[in-house]
């Protein structure tokens, strides 16, 4: 964590230094220059060779090195050279006719070197663009082993996995704060070939079949003719669409709610959505729902964070997820199934099991954990392992199997199709992310980017001239052995089954769910989001869809608005609860957290060591803020700096502690500059009166010690309100702050809705 710590202090703009050297960085005294600026001209011999240099037995089959250090030499050879590994004696000059003189088109490095940057993008992801990925293994218990064959699910093994989290609408390099549904794949790498299971943190889709997915995402994209807004869905389209066609209901309410904008990638639950078939090794057959619960807990940004973070870091998710990776606290997650039996109509408890909108209460069919997932290891390169992985959900091990629900079907042909345009041609599974860890005996050939050199003159079958190899599977080895599930017979149609036709019930079962605080903000997202509608009767047909989902929530939206509320026109069917689907009411650990610890020099500075070391024991990250950059100079050891007041915002800290003035009385935090003339600071700084404010508003714990009160008073913030902790001494606050931190955030200070 103390790496974590210091390298989010290298990335804010202005923020604390890690310099080292007793007098570096003292208030006032500015840092000696490095005598290291300037590039080593001299190559150090001897250097091992590049690990795609030296032959495949060195890059492990997900492409990563396998030796520990190789990881870290990205330029390890001695030498620049050409792609041909030809040496090359200048890099920086074009090949002329004279210093002054036209450049030769002879120059080959000049031309390989441009042909290639040239090329060196491919089309984003259409969806799901915005992305970040982490090695890691999941551990199997062995409690599906009765209901599937598959062998990664037998007790106690460990399969490979790399796991890629992202929005959807948003563009390769737009924020990652914004409000949107999350990608949630994960690649087994499975001893019987790879399994994919690419699911998002909300449990239903906005569609009931594929062939619609074209238009729902055309409607959530930016505008065609400005291309704005980026990574939005408070626009006109992306309203006209979920309001005219009402099954996008139940997966907008989602959205609007604290889901659409998580605090981690760390935090979310993953949903495979749709209904899988699990077959056994006697040919029984089970219907499941995967479901990743994560072992932080489900937590959430509050909305104004979310849109601060956009411009402070836009990389948040990605930069919380490596640090966490990095300094060694292991995101895990455990793979759940709900189970139903796999009746002839499939559904459940009079849910239909092929409809991607529903849900099945977890009240109703319990998640029963199968396997543990732990992420320990981040990429090496980014374009090579994030950029260029392939997903599919036809990606399938003996034991797993699709259903009939259309929106899967639609997802099986689309997904591979999609990869011929995104990563130039048919041969993308031989990328290094996307090889298998079973042995590939295809009869695939040729193709753009074709690596494998392949032996023998008969790739068909049946074959005699290459000895009929290779040869068949059994019946109860073999992937995609269907099952053999009656389809009564049937006219073709393009139509819908009349259970397809209720988009209100669950969507209603989800806002009975929540606890007041919740309706609060899908009450503000909703109005927010609508108020950046510009079409009248957008908002009016909006309004109507929320008429049938609840009048309290139609009826608060509408008056945000300044319109009317309409009446529902479908008659409210009693659906009741399901406790499960809220994310409040629970305490959680708090691995990876960031306690800002504020200060200056004129605090008390052996407290805020002692408090800093407590919190990096507690498995969580300590950034210390202060007036400069630099370190401050206490009776005990120094202490770093990592944010100074102008760098520092709230939303980076999950809670904050102002450091205890030793003598009463004192100027501390900068209440002397007040007699220098700036008035505002006749109780301390008022960026840290700012910082203090914003932290209590969004509803988290903020504590102090001796003598700190006084700038509480100034943000407004009285000793004794929920989640406000003054006490004497460093470590007693710090227990106090963190004893609050478990349920993510003060519920209390939120104000619930009017009824
Ligand atoms: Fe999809 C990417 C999840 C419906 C077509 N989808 C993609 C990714 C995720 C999902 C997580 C990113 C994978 C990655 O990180 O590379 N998609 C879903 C879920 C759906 C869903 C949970 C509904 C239950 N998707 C869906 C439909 C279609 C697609 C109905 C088309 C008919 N999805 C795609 C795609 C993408 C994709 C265009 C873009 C990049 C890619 O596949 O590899 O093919």
Redesign the pocket.
């Known amino acids: 964590l103390k790496a974590v710590s210091d390298k989010i202090a290298d990335a804010m703009p202005g923020g604390g230094t890690k310099r080292e050297g007793p007098e570096e960085g003292i208030p006032g005294k500015p840092a000696p220059v490095s005598p290291q600026l300037a590039e080593p001209v001299q190559p150090v011999e001897p250097l091992p060779p590049k690990a795609d240099q030296s032959g495949p037995e060195t890059v492990s089959p997900t492409g990563q090195p396998t030796g520990a250090d190789q990881a870290r030499m990205a330029q390890s050879g001695a030498y620049l050279t050409t792609a041909q590994g030809t040496r090359l004696a200048d890099s920086d000059h074009s090949l002329k006719a004279g210093p002054r003189g036209p450049v030769l088109l002879q120059d080959h490095h000049l031309r390989e070197k441009l042909m290639h940057f040239d090329h060196e993008r491919i089309p984003e ?5 915005r ?1 970040s ?1 982490a090695h890691g293994v999941f551990q199997s218990y062995g409690t599906a082993q009765a209901i599937s064959k598959a062998a990664f699910l037998a007790a106690d093994v460990e399969t490979p996995v790399f796991v ?3 929005t ?1 609408l948003g563009s390769r390099g737009s924020a990652d704060t914004v409000r949107d ?5 994960t690649k087994f790498y499975t001893e019987e070939g790879v399994f994919d299971l ?3 943190n ?1 449990p ?2 906005f ?1 009931q ?6 238009d729902v ?1 055309h409607a959530g994209k930016p505008h065609p003719d400005r291309e704005i807004p980026q990574a939005q869905s408070a626009h006109d389209t992306f309203w006209d669409f979920v309001s005219l066609h009402t099954e996008a209901t139940h997966h907008t309410l989602w959205n609007m709610s604290d889901r659409g904008i998580p605090r981690s990638y760390r935090m979310m639950e993953g ?4 209904t899988f078939r699990l077959v056994n090794a006697q040919g029984d057959t089970t219907l499941v729902k995967f479901h990743w619960k994560p072992k932080l807990g489900v937590h959430s940004l509050v909305w104004e964070e979310a849109q601060l973070i956009n411009g402070m870091d836009p990389d948040f998710h990605r930069r919380d997820l490596a640090d966490a990776i990095e300094a060694g606290a292991f995101p895990q997650w455990e793979l759940g199934i709900q189970t139903f039996p796999d009746n002839d109509d499939q559904m459940f408890e009079g849910i239909d099991l092929l409809d ?1 909108t529903k849900i099945v209460p977890e009240e109703l069919a319990p998640v029963q954990a199968i396997g543990l997932l732990t992420l320990n290891a981040n990429p090496s390169n980014f374009f090579a392992e ?1 950029e260029q ?5 036809g990606h399938l091990v003996p034991g797993i199997d699709v259903t009939d629900d259309p ?2 079907a ?2 099986l ?3 591979l ?3 011929i345009t ?1 990563l130039g041609g048919p041969n993308f599974p031989q990328l290094p992310i996307n090889r298998t860890h079973a042995p590939v005996n295809d009869m695939l050939r040729d193709g753009s980017h074709q690596s494998a050199v392949h032996r023998g003159v008969a790739p068909y079958k049946p074959n005699s001239l290459d000895g009929g190899c290779p040869f068949f599977a059994g019946a109860d080895t073999g992937a995609y052995i269907e099952v053999p599930v009656e389809i009564p017979s049937a006219r073709k149609v393009r139509e819908a089954p009349a259970s397809f036709d209720d988009h209100f019930s669950q969507p209603r079962l989800f806002w009975q769910s929540m606890t007041p605080v919740e309706r609060e903000h899908i009450i503000a997202a909703y109005t927010f989001e609508l108020s950046k509608v510009y079409e009248q009767a957008i908002k009016e047909r909006v309004l109507q869809t929320l008429a049938n989902i609840d009048a309290e929530l139609c009826g608060e939206v509408a008056a945000g608005l300044g319109l009317q509320a309409p009446s529902a026109t479908e008659p409210p069917t009693e659906v009741g609860a399901s406790p499960s689907l809220s994310q409040i009411g629970k305490s959680w650990p708090l691995d990876g957290r960031t306690v800002g610890i504020v200060t200056d020099a004129t605090t008390d500075l052996a407290g805020v060591a002692e408090v800093r070391q407590a919190v990096l024991d507690a498995g969580m990250v300590p950034l210390v803020i202060a007036p400069t950059g630099g370190r401050l100079l206490g009776d005990k050891d120094p202490v770093t700096v990592q944010r100074t007041y102008a760098a520092a915002r709230s939303v980076e800290f999950d809670a904050l502690l102002l450091a205890g003035v030793p003598e009463a009385g004192a100027d501390a935090y900068g209440a002397r500059d007040a007699k220098a003339g700036n008035p505002r600071a006749a109780v301390g700084d008022p960026r840290v009166v700012a910082l203090l404010a914003e932290a209590y508003q969004h509803g988290k714990a903020v504590g102090g010690w001796n003598g700190a009160e006084r700038l509480f008073e100034a943000a407004g913030i009285h000793n004794g309100e929920a989640g406000v902790v003054i006490a004497t001494d460093g470590p007693t606050a710090l227990r106090q702050l963190t004893a609050l931190m478990g349920t993510h955030r003060v519920w209390a200070r939120f104000p619930a809705p009017t009824s």
Request: charged share 15%; glycine share 10%.
């Open positions: 992801r259409v969806v799901h663009a992305g990925a890629r989290f992202s959807v549904t999350r990608g949630f794949a690419v699911g998002n909300i239903v889709f569609i079949d594929a062939i619609k997915f074209p995402i949903f495979g959505v749709h991607p994030t992985v392939a997903f599919h959900v929106l899967l639609g997802r042909f689309s997904y199709d999609t990869q995104r």
